[in-house]
């Protein structure tokens, strides 16, 4: 990776907590709470942003639209979260693999 690959994703991820901190106080919570549940057992591509990013569109729509966040997600972020990454390889994964032996396993 270069530095100006570096450089690009800051921006970009400073640029995706500039749209967090403009959603409304709860919004900013249960994104928080979502955020750190999926840098804990999320999918291992997280970090190409594409999910997080999605979130937050899907935030601001219920914002645009009037809803509450749990309107839209429910009252289990846990349980949010397990259903947007179900058909994808997550951290859980990797480390049952490697509790079972399982080197260079393919993805789900």
């Not at 750190?36 to 937050?56: A, E, N």
């Not at 009252?75 to 997550?90: G, P």
């Amino acid at each position: 990776m270069g530095i100006q690959e570096i450089i690009q994703g800051k921006k970009q991820w400073r640029a995706h907590l500039t749209r967090v901190r403009a959603l409304p106080p709860d919004y900013q919570i249960v994104y928080k709470e979502i955020q750190r549940y999926l840098f804990k057992v999320g999918p291992v591509d997280l970090p190409d942003g594409q999910l997080l990013s999605g979130i937050v569109d899907f935030f601001e729509e219920g914002v645009a639209a009037g809803k509450g966040v749990l309107e839209l997600i429910g009252n289990d972020v846990a349980a949010f979260c397990d259903d947007l990454v179900k058909d994808s390889r997550t951290h859980a994964d990797v480390s049952q693999d490697s509790l079972r032996g399982e080197h260079g396993t393919a993805g789900k």
